[in-house]
Antibody
Framework: QVQLVESGGGVVQPGRSLGLSCAASGFTFRNYAMQWVRQAPGKGLEWVAVISYDGTYKYFADSVKGRFTISRDNSKNSLVLQMNSLRADDTAVYYC????????????????WGQGTTVIVSS | QSALTQPPSASASPGQSVTISCTGTSSDIGGYDYVSWYQQHPGKAPKLLIYEVSKRPSGVPDRFSGSKSGNTASLTVSGLQAEDEADYYCNSHAGSNIFVFGPGTKVTVL
């Protein structure tokens, strides 16, 4: 079945780095843009980043631009969010999500989501 | 990236309809037909209900419908059921492949 599984979350001190991974299965990963969305405790959804199906284009929310990078390995059906210079307000559940339509750049909604991985930034 | 606005809560009785608004600007909702809506139950991942303003992915009941007028998009849930009680989020393209979510609306089935 179509599935996304995030990993890599944990507790990290402010200013440190953490990498999140998302393993995809059950669909042709290389055909779909992928996104990261986060949700702080008790708060709403916040869009974080998108990467095009071929990894050519990458876009970020202002809140993470310059600190986070997004990458993908289509040969391994994997997506990575590298988070640097972490701050307390980066504390959230991080979801990876698949675009609904192939060969797009994130404009058609996200139809498959992982279960999320929790990142806590605290000293 | 500007924020979208949604009412914090909405409610209706079973069988009735509820409409949730999502207001942005001409730089996001008003400028593009790339509005999507998500349903999220507590502790669960979001579920895509609507994309491109008014289109439903396969498997989403036709009780869920979307529309847009100017800078405001709307989601209507008709024939409200107990399982529709959840948080609902709008999302819009905001230019340059940047996206923004609304703050969410908690729907209560009375």
């Amino acid at each position: 079945q179509v599935q996304l599984v995030e990993s890599g979350g944990g507790v990290v001190q402010p200013g440190r780095s953490l990498g999140l991974s998302c393993a995809a299965s059950g669909f042709t990963f290389r055909n779909y843009a992928m996104q990261w969305v986060r949700q702080a405790p008790g708060k709403g959804l916040e869009w974080v980043a998108v990467i095009s199906y071929d990894g050519t284009y990458k876009y970020f929310a202002d809140s993470v631009k310059g600190r986070f990078t997004i990458s993908r390995d289509n040969s391994k059906n994997s997506l990575v969010l590298q988070m640097n210079s972490l701050r307390a307000d980066d504390t959230a559940v991080y979801y990876c999500a698949k675009d609904y339509k192939g060969y797009s750049s994130g404009r058609y909604g996200m139809d498959v989501w992982g279960q999320g991985t929790t990142v806590i930034v605290s000293s | 990236q500007s924020a979208l606005t949604q009412p914090p809560s909405a409610s209706a009785s079973p069988g009735q309809s509820v409409t949730i608004s999502c207001t942005g600007t001409s730089s996001d909702i008003g400028g593009y037909d790339y509005v999507s809506w998500y349903q999220q139950h507590p502790g669960k991942a979001p579920k895509l209900l609507i994309y491109e303003v008014s289109k439903r992915p396969s498997g989403v009941p036709d009780r869920f419908s979307g529309s847009k007028s100017g800078n405001t998009a709307s989601l209507t849930v008709s024939g409200l059921q107990a399982e529709d009680e959840a948080d609902y989020y709008c999302n819009s393209h905001a230019g340059s492949n940047i996206f923004v979510f609304g703050p969410g609306t908690k729907v209560t089935v009375l």
